[in-house]
């Protein structure tokens, strides 16, 4: 019985262990899903966003062009690069002074930078030249030829066909958006009593004439800020100058105004009754028509607006803009007014704060 047992499980162990093999070989391999590595992701180039355009493009004395960008360095090439691209300081003169600051808060202001008005790390940064700081200015014969004595009376003033530039050192300086006493410096070789000749060529801050590019919608004075500046539809700063001001509260206007008319090289009407401070103005009796010219008591432009006698205008005394004050209207340099003129139309909004 038992030698059968035992058979009987030979023969089943037998049974088991073929039906092992057979499921070993019959199964089906297991398949092992190996994943590839991960593909190496290499970025497309990403461009550089490109630097803000600048709304401002000038027309320089002879200068080469630097072979790289070059972050200003000091208050001359802030001034000059400043003014290049919109943002007066008034009269170049190398010194940081506070329209120079307030030039750069504005800059400042308008790249996203803290408005600290110094030549901090950030700003050097930003505020880059493409051009050296000074160039060089040839006196050419007509230069030359339009230099004239300037009368002390209004009378003779309005007697004369023009009124120019009475030196050289005046128009170079004007040309150059410069002090006189800093051409003065930057030329020590120059004897400056004595009349200039057609073709003496004189070192000046490299920034010639200012062609702002853009649509003013408004312009905006402060009056506390001694500042004007134009801004476009979307709220663009385009151009940032200094101001003078009306010396007597009374005659400074504020609220909105708007421009009526827009006048290169106008000519002047002199009103006695508007200068009781002159001794000749009070027993003149009669206006008079001064012809036009820098030295003209508007200067090379006349932005008239729709209060009567009011306007912005140019002046024969550019360095003493933001420092002096006047009868009413808004003074600029000879050079700012010439870059704003164009961006003016009848119907443009001035805005004037207090």
Not at 329 to 347: I, K, Q, S, V
Request: charged share 20%.
């Amino acid at each position: 019985m038992q030698h059968r047992l035992r058979s009987i499980f030979r023969f089943l162990r037998a049974i088991a262990g073929t039906w092992l093999v057979a499921s070993a070989v019959s199964a089906e391999p297991v398949v092992r899903f190996v994943l590839p590595p991960p593909p190496v992701i290499v970025p497309e180039p990403v461009a550089e966003e490109p630097a803000p355009e600048s709304v401002a493009e000038s027309q320089g004395p002879a200068a080469a062009p630097l072979a790289d960008a070059q972050p200003v360095t000091n208050w001359l090439e802030a001034q000059v690069e400043l003014a290049r691209r919109g943002f007066s300081s008034g009269s170049i003169d190398g010194v940081g002074g506070a329209q120079s600051a307030a030039a750069l808060k504005a800059f400042q202001e308008e790249h996203g930078l803290a408005p600290s008005g110094t030549l901090d790390r950030a700003t050097r940064g930003v505020l880059v030249m493409t051009w050296p700081a000074l160039g060089e200015l040839t006196l050419s014969t007509g230069d030359v030829a339009r230099l004239q004595i300037l009368h002390d009376t209004w009378v003779g003033k309005s007697e004369q066909t023009a009124l120019d530039y009475e030196t050289a050192l005046e128009l170079i300086a004007e040309r150059a958006h410069a002090s006189p006493k800093l051409i003065q410096r930057l030329n020590p070789a120059v004897d400056w009593t004595q009349p200039l000749l057609a073709g003496a060529v004189i070192k000046v801050p490299a920034v010639g004439k200012v062609v702002i590019k853009g649509e003013a919608a408004k312009i905006h004075v402060r009056l506390a800020e001694r500042v004007l500046q134009v801004r476009d539809a979307g709220d663009k700063l385009l151009a940032h100058f200094p101001v003078s001001i009306a010396k007597k509260v009374e005659k400074r206007p504020v609220g909105e105004l708007r421009v009526i008319i827009a006048i290169a090289n106008p000519d002047y009407t002199f009103d006695p009754a508007m200068f009781p401070e002159s001794e000749e103005a009070k027993g003149l009796g009669r206006k008079l028509i001064l012809p036009p010219g820098p030295n003209n008591p508007v200067g090379v432009a006349w932005i008239g607006l729709d209060r009567p006698g009011y306007g912005i205008h140019g002046t024969p005394k550019p360095e003493q803009v933001g420092r002096t004050e006047s009868h009413g209207c808004f003074r600029l340099a000879n050079w700012d007014a010439e870059t704003l003129l164009p961006l003016a139309w009848a119907g443009l909004t001035v805005v004037v704060d207090p």
